[in-house]
């Protein structure tokens, strides 16, 4: 249902010994927790996060057999100091982060994180649609035209975002915009012909823009990593795995920031997957690894 991405690269990169304390911040199914789990041992522990509570039972299930000692906490990274706190655990010897959300969640969440299906404009990720204070719909109802736009360009790094935006706003008049199919038509309708024979669907740099936005992704993540830092012993090593740019340039800084201020040693640069694994798994398409150690 979801393949790891870049695991060998990962496990190899985090240099993981047995009884070591490991966060997965992004537990997801929990492909990369089995692989982590079966390094750190029967003597090891695993902290398993996710903001996804279907997803988070998924993996409980799946990891049933690994070896070590398992916690498994429900919550944003961006919590995790008190995350941590509550399953009292004061320091880790290695982190992951492999962000965005996964192939499950793309295909059976129904909160419309994919133009392939007509779905409601939901895209929160945390699956909590009563306390989450903002939906991609809203969003496309009520934003301004502005505003639009900026989130278009800004987390989608889409070029055509003012014609896209305008279009939504002049949808939006006759119809309340609901769907994932409506969104992603009145998308292709601004773009033309130019649009819909690109590389990609006309939609995905916009879909893209409005699920950051809605989940606060990059905020979050910048927060979790800070956390991250905080709780991770001297010697030890976090890995991300990044899917666009934006995510990727915030790594880029956090570890030439750490690096100057002699804190980092960067163990593994830049690394994407290879043909075959691109073939064999298309979303790992765009994947980044870096892996890094906390030398001070
Ligand atoms: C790409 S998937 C991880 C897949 C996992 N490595 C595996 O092999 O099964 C990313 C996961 O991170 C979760 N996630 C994304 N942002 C999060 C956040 N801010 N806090 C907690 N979990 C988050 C998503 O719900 C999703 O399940």
Redesign the pocket.
């Known amino acids: 249902m ?1 393949v ?1 991405v870049l695991l060998q690269p990962t496990i190899e990169g985090l240099r993981l010994q047995s009884g070591e304390t490991v966060l997965d ?8 927790a089995k692989a982590i789990c079966e390094q750190i041992g029967s003597t090891g522990t695993l902290i398993g ?4 509570p279907e ?1 988070l039972e998924l993996a409980k299930r799946n990891l049933e057999a690994c070896p070590g000692q398992k916690m498994f906490a429900l ?4 919590r995790l100091s008190e995350i941590l706190q509550k399953v009292g655990v004061a320091q880790i010897d290695a982190a992951l982060f ?5 192939s499950f ?1 793309l295909d059976r969440s129904g909160r419309g994180f994919t133009f392939q299906k007509d779905e409601p404009l939901l895209m929160t ?1 945390s699956g909590d649609v009563q306390s989450s204070v903002l939906t991609a719909a809203e969003i496309v109802n009520t934003w301004s035209e502005a505003s639009l736009a900026d989130i278009i360009y800004g987390y989608g790094e889409e070029r055509a975002a003012r014609k896209i935006a305008a279009a939504i706003v002049t949808a939006r008049e006759e119809n309340e915009i609901r769907t994932t199919f409506q969104l992603a038509e009145i998308i292709k309708k601004a773009l033309g012909p130019r649009g819909r024979f690109g590389r990609i669907h006309p939609a995905t740099k916009t879909f893209q823009a409005l699920r950051i936005t809605v ?1 606060d ?1 990059l905020g ?1 993540f910048k927060e ?1 990593l800070g956390a991250v830092w905080e709780a991770l012993s001297v010697g030890g090593r976090v890995a991300v795995i990044t899917f666009h740019g934006l995510e990727a340039r915030l790594v880029k800084e956090f570890v030439r920031t750490k690096k100057e201020a002699g804190e980092l040693e960067l163990l593994v640069k830049a690394t994407k997957p290879d043909r075959a694994e691109v073939l064999a798994n298309p979303r790992s398409r765009s994947a980044q690894l870096r892996v890094f150690k906390k030398i001070n």
């Open positions: 979801h790891p911040a992004t537990l997801g199914l929990g492909g990369h996060l996710d903001q996804d997803t919550g944003n990274f961006r492999d962000l965005g959300f996964s969640q990720l989940n992704e979050a979790g």
